[in-house]
């Protein structure tokens, strides 16, 4: 354990009352969780849909796409032999 990490974490326990971790910078999230969770609900109704599918059902309710791939990783997918996410 470095204790320059040691001496950081409690000096910021000391100003703020607590040792969470701060935000880091980095690219936006594409999707809310409410959209993770609406993505997951129709992963879970249409199983036999691919995530290509499930991202057009999910452009015609909120008028928003996002990434195949996020589609996948977010319904927790595995991708066909065609490079689709097969739910």
């Known amino acids: 354990l470095n204790q320059l990490d040691v001496v950081r974490t409690w000096n910021r326990c000391r100003n703020t009352g607590n040792v969470d971790d701060r935000p880091r910078s980095g690219r936006p999230r594409a999707t809310t969780e409410c959209d993770d969770r609406y993505l997951r609900i ?3 109704r249409n199983p036999e849909n691919t995530a290509g599918m499930i991202n057009n059902y999910f452009q015609t309710a ?3 796409r996002v990434c195949n791939e996020t589609v ?3 319904a927790d997918c595995t991708p066909d032999v065609h490079g689709e996410a097969q739910l």
Request: net charge positive; charged share 10%.
């Open 42 to 44: 129709l992963a879970l």
């Open 62 to 64: 909120t008028g928003r």
């Open 72 to 74: 996948y990783m977010i």
